[in-house]
């Protein structure tokens, strides 16, 4: 089979944003222009953009009384024609020439690039409340590259070809998968929502897209991009509304063949079971991909370097006001440099501002929405209330205007404490200090500690330490780290995704992941058929 052409994709640069720059400028005035204007979200169905009379209004988790937009509530007609539309639109959309599927991105990824830019990070900073920095690497750097590193992968792929036999050519065809793949996304990264939809349609599939109520402010840009990039109608359906309605009539469906999920651990184990109960309904076994939730480590080696390591801590943490699957949220600290380690990340912590993310100033802003809010509060009181821990600074909340929570240390002595063990999801961090010479004990303990195994960081100047923690923590996470915080993934350098309650590890952003969405077909060609059934060893 002729080879087809690589495709080598770079990393989009990140802009800087200091003051006076033009990408500031652009980015300030849209984000004033779309804070003081509605948007109304409607359902993508085939061609229609459909308003539902029933709607939910979107509100920036830093300023919620002040609406933004709002979004459609999809019904069970609705889901059920947007899978329909989906499967009429199939075979076209399979039979459309690969370079046209790849360009039709790439333009998507240059619209993100250029014309779009600045709505798209003013959009994710309204409306998922990033500051300009969090939302530059996610809704334009991150979802830029992974929409051109998929390119990439996918000539990679289509590459990997059989060897001919003596008297035969073989090939293997990359087939989409025989049905719909079904995208249920998280609110927290806006690159995310359009990946899940996107690396699977780039192979051929058609989507039906379930984005998170709290990013469907940006889902609408997305769509509008991909639209004005060439994508043809009903490749991409997108429905919002009960997730559990959408989901029952998506996983019910005999033609669903494949999940695509981001999101917690609970909800994708509850979408797994019920794919496994209806597993007869199904034509095909359906590919099921999850990246789920974490409970990220730091360990500080006793050799760990104090500026790096707290540097690391700090933003591991409270980035994005520590919303991401990737943050840093149990710290073990040797006793010798606790003190001086402890103090500089707390002396660190309290130059922290939090506000609006337009003021620039503002390193964290507000936390997604009221039950976040509340679940992280109630966690800050039970630290407050047990005799295992103590606050070493934060701990006061407010959802007056946003759902404001400020950066949170916990030390406790319990290295079992509920805060080292569940997903917390906001900027808490646990920190437990253990004897320097019970280290090597300790990594058993990282290891047993949490259910989940995402990421993980070592900090360590001494290379045998490393070793030996790469050893021992191999299951631990799924992204390890050594010598830096445990977040901050870049497409094509370092391919993401956990194992154990953490998820299928199919490594988004990476040839690994888009091999889910096919279904490969060797087709094997005889130039010269034998003519008689007896072999040779039978004369
Ligand atoms: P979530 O599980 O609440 O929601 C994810 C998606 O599932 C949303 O679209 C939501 O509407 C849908 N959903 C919710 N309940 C459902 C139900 N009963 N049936 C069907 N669908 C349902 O997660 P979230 O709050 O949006 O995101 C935060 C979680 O995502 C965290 O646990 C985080 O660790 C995880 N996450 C993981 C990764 C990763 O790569 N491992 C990346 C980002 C986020």
Redesign the pocket.
Known sequence: MNKVKQYKAENEPVLGYKAGSKERNNVEKTYNDMFNSKVDVPLYIGGKEILTEKRKNILPPHNHKNIVGTYSQADETHVQDAIENLIENKESWSNTPWKKRCEIFLKAADLLSNEYRSKITAGTMIGQSKNIFQAEIDAACEFIDFLRFNVSYLTEIYNEQPIDGPGKSNQLEYRPLEGFVYA??????TA?GGNLCASAALMGNVVLW?????QIYTAKITMDIFKEAGLPEGVINLVSGD??M??EIALKHSEFSGLH????????R??WKKIGNNISLYRDYPRIVG????KDFIFCHPTANIDATSTAIIRGAFEFQG???SAASRIYIPESISKKLIDKVIDQTKTIKMGSPIDFNNFMTAV?HEN?FDRISNYIDFAKSSDDCEILHGGNYDKSVGYFVEPTILLTKNHQFKTMQE?I?GPVVTMFIYKDDEWLEMLDIVDKTSDYA?TGAFISENEDSINIALNKLRYSAGNFYINDKPSGAVVGQQP???CRA??TDDK?GSKLNLLRWVSPRLVSRTHNPPTKYPYDYMD
Not at 262 to 268: D, E, K, P, W
Request: charged fraction near 15%.
């Open positions: 249920v996304t998280p609110f927290n990264f995310i379930k984005p998170s109520d709290n997730p559990e959408i989901s999920f981001t999101g917690s651990t609970s909800v994708f509850d979408l990246e789920t939730g974490g919303q991401k699957c997604i976040a997903e999801f995402l993401f995704g956990g953490s998820g988004a």
